[in-house]
């Protein structure tokens, strides 16, 4: 490819480099309709940069043209910025006689056996009375030889024919450092090798505190294995002071791997933080919210409820009794508890000692199951009295009234005259005979 330097419409033309020694060609082809075949040619080998690569001990050659006529002489010099890479001849002359005629520099590299290529760059100065191309520049050559019959590993057999350069029992295509028989892998693509790297993977944890120093081992050459490190930040937990860089140290905090915690004061197992009760080692939770921890609240679920006083299971704030355990209702609210009261729902009565179905209250032989009532008021029940209701007719008499029932009534057919006057006790119409 040709290499122009353009200035003002000026060109000088770097045409090709010819290489002599036998190296396969780098850019095969690429200046095929450049380059002039002679019979001392064996390959060429040509970047697009213009620059040249041959061994050490070979020689190439690069042309210069002018692609106008000058108005003067114009005179090339070239320069190696190293002495074992010479050039000849000393410098090209053009002339409005010989312009349109390329004409070349030859490149020869010395040979030696120091084990490193050879590395020059060309520049090139432009003189003489032409004022055309007076003020043209013209792209540096750069030129890399290698010492090509360097043995480095000294098994007799040249670098550029062996398949293991550096000797390690690695073959160059598969070592990453084919030259340093001391290292052959690079895992984390660095640029140092395995042996020399710290940090094989480049996962940021070195490989001994992978393998030992972090406990647990994890692989040095796995980017994806790691050591625990809580807190991220590069220090794993086995060598970090403050796993959880909560600012706590490790040997001050309650919990070590949670950024959340750092003090237990009352030693009940859970942190000041997350504890409710942080100064009572009996209460961590409080449920329901009513200041009552859920260890010792009678229902956790209820904030209206936290103490059982009786231990009847129902909260006191809800027991009618919150002291007996065999009360906890007061339905008519006579102050004694529906379990113990003969009637929950009358406020009049709660006992009815002779069990005879009438309350305390209302009867009037609380203590005679035979006894409620006394009509007459003589002390005697109605059950035994003979003449309950006191009005001289034997309740005998006045119970065998088919139609009245006067056994309790003084006068029984209601005409106004009582039964102890009236004749006719069971007849309205008469009472006296």
């Given at each position: 490819?040709?290499?122009?330097?353009?200035?003002?419409?000026?060109?000088?033309?770097?045409?090709?480099?010819?290489?002599?020694?036998?190296?396969?060609?780098?850019?095969?082809?690429?200046?095929?309709?450049?380059?002039?075949?002679?019979?001392?040619?064996?390959?060429?080998?040509?970047?697009?940069?213009?620059?040249?690569?041959?061994?050490?001990?070979?020689?190439g050659?690069?042309?210069i043209?002018?692609?106008?006529?000058?108005?003067?002489?114009?005179?090339?010099?070239?320069?190696?910025?190293?002495?074992?890479?010479?050039?000849y001849?000393?410098?090209l002359?053009f002339?409005?006689?010989?312009?349109?005629?390329?004409?070349?520099?030859?490149?020869?590299?010395?040979?030696?056996?120091?084990?490193?290529?050879?590395?020059?760059?060309?520049?090139?100065?432009?003189?003489?009375?032409?004022?055309?191309?007076?003020m043209?520049t013209i792209?540096?050559?750069?030129?890399e030889?290698?010492?090509?019959?360097?043995?480095?590993?000294?098994?007799?057999?040249?670098?550029?024919?062996?398949?293991?350069?550096?000797?390690?029992?690695v073959?160059?295509?598969?070592?990453?450092f084919?030259?340093?028989?001391?290292?052959?892998l690079?895992?984390?693509?660095?640029?140092?090798?395995?042996?020399?790297?710290?940090?094989?993977?480049?996962?940021?944890?070195?490989?001994?505190?992978e393998?030992?120093?972090?406990?647990?081992a994890?692989?040095?050459?796995?980017?994806n294995?790691m050591?625990?490190?809580?807190?991220?930040?590069?220090i794993c937990?086995?060598?970090d002071?403050?796993?959880?860089?909560?600012?706590?140290?490790?040997?001050?905090?309650f919990?070590?791997?949670?950024?959340?915690?750092?003090?237990?004061?009352?030693?009940?197992?859970?942190g000041?933080?997350?504890d409710?009760?942080?100064?009572?080692?009996?209460?961590t939770?409080?449920s329901?919210?009513?200041?009552?921890?859920?260890?010792?609240?009678?229902?956790?679920?209820?904030?209206?409820?936290?103490?059982?006083?009786?231990?009847?299971?129902?909260?006191?704030?809800?027991?009618?009794?919150?002291?007996?355990?065999?009360?906890?209702?007061?339905?008519?609210?006579?102050?004694?508890?529906d379990?113990?009261?003969f009637?929950?729902?009358?406020?009049?009565?709660?006992?009815?000692?002779?069990?005879?179905?009438?309350?305390?209250?209302?009867?009037?032989?609380?203590?005679?199951?035979?006894e409620t009532?006394?009509?007459?008021?003589?002390?005697?029940?109605?059950?035994?009295?003979?003449?309950?209701?006191?009005?001289?007719?034997?309740?005998?008499?006045?119970?065998?009234?088919?139609?009245?029932?006067?056994?309790?009534?003084?006068?029984c057919?209601?005409?106004?005259?009582?039964?102890?006057?009236?004749?006719?006790?069971?007849?309205?119409?008469?009472?006296?005979?």
């Amino acid at each position: 490819m040709n290499t122009r330097i353009l200035e003002k419409a000026r060109t000088l033309l770097l045409v090709a480099v010819m290489v002599t020694a036998a190296l396969t060609p780098m850019l095969a082809g690429a200046n095929d309709e450049q380059l002039k075949e002679t019979e001392s040619v064996m390959y060429t080998v040509v970047s697009t940069s213009g620059d040249v690569y041959l061994d050490e001990g070979g020689m190439g050659w690069y042309e210069i043209c002018l692609d106008e006529v000058p108005d003067g002489v114009v005179v090339i010099t070239p320069t190696s910025d190293n002495s074992a890479v010479e050039i000849y001849p000393a410098y090209l002359k053009f002339s409005k006689l010989n312009w349109d005629e390329c004409d070349y520099f030859d490149v020869e590299v010395s040979e030696d056996d120091d084990a490193s290529d050879t590395m020059a760059t060309i520049s090139h100065a432009i003189d003489g009375t032409d004022t055309i191309f007076a003020m043209s520049t013209i792209a540096d050559v750069m030129v890399e030889a290698y010492d090509m019959d360097y043995d480095m590993d000294g098994d007799d057999v040249p670098d550029y024919d062996d398949s293991d350069i550096d000797g390690d029992g690695v073959d160059n295509d598969d070592d990453a450092f084919p030259e340093d028989d001391e290292e052959s892998l690079d895992t984390d693509g660095d640029g140092i090798g395995n042996n020399e790297d710290l940090d094989d993977d480049g996962d940021g944890y070195s490989d001994s505190d992978e393998s030992t120093d972090c406990g647990d081992a994890s692989d040095d050459l796995d980017d994806n294995d790691m050591p625990l490190d809580t807190d991220g930040d590069g220090i794993c937990d086995e060598l970090d002071s403050d796993d959880d860089d909560d600012m706590v140290n490790d040997t001050d905090d309650f919990a070590p791997l949670d950024d959340s915690e750092q003090y237990d004061t009352d030693g009940d197992g859970v942190g000041d933080n997350a504890d409710v009760f942080p100064d009572d080692a009996t209460e961590t939770e409080d449920s329901d919210e009513d200041g009552v921890g859920d260890n010792s609240d009678f229902d956790n679920a209820d904030a209206d409820e936290s103490v059982d006083s009786d231990g009847d299971g129902v909260g006191d704030n809800g027991d009618a009794f919150p002291d007996d355990s065999t009360e906890t209702m007061d339905t008519d609210g006579d102050g004694v508890g529906d379990n113990a009261d003969f009637a929950p729902e009358d406020a009049s009565e709660s006992a009815d000692d002779d069990a005879d179905g009438v309350g305390n209250n209302a009867d009037a032989f609380p203590d005679d199951s035979t006894e409620t009532m006394d009509t007459d008021g003589d002390g005697v029940g109605d059950n035994a009295d003979t003449d309950a209701d006191d009005d001289t007719v034997l309740d005998v008499d006045e119970d065998s009234n088919a139609t009245l029932d006067c056994q309790l009534l003084t006068d029984c057919d209601g005409d106004g005259v009582g039964d102890a006057d009236d004749a006719f006790d069971v007849d309205p119409e008469a009472w006296d005979d």
